[in-house]
């Protein structure tokens, strides 16, 4: 079992940043990902961006040059730093996490980003 923890959601302006941070609650040596995920009201979850337990991160092409996800193994947290934030950026966004040896997710209970135009 992974507790997660998320944190960071606001309402912002158009253009302006928000850093989202999710801590695990299992030691950073058992998990393989960690990710974003997020849902506009109306809209299917959509995969947002994830990085795996080599440090290597990709993301969605639609938040690719604005977006940038990062971990500390210390706190075995995952950070999601947004910028340039659009009005369809505005989400719940929810993180998840597998560990290794297995292929079940576990996810965040979301946390809330509105961009205001």
């Known amino acids: 079992q992974v507790q997660l923890v998320e944190s960071g959601g606001d309402v912002v302006q158009v253009g302006g940043s928000l850093r989202l941070s999710c801590a695990a609650s299992?030691?950073?040596?058992?998990?393989?990902?960690m990710g974003w995920y997020r849902q506009a009201p109306g809209k299917q979850r959509e995969w947002v961006a994830g990085?795996?337990?080599?440090?290597?991160?990709r993301y969605a092409d639609s938040v690719k040059g604005r977006f940038t996800i990062s971990r500390d193994a210390a706190k075995s947290t995952v950070y999601l730093q947004t910028n340039s934030l659009k009005p369809e950026d505005t989400a719940v966004y929810y993180c998840?996490?597998?560990?290794?040896?297995?292929?079940?997710?576990?996810w965040g209970q979301g946390t809330q980003v509105t961009v205001s135009s």
């Open positions: 299992r030691s950073i040596s058992s998990i393989n990902t």
């Open positions: 998840t996490v597998t560990l290794k040896g297995s292929l079940r997710a576990y």
């Open positions: 990085i795996n337990s080599g440090g290597i991160s």
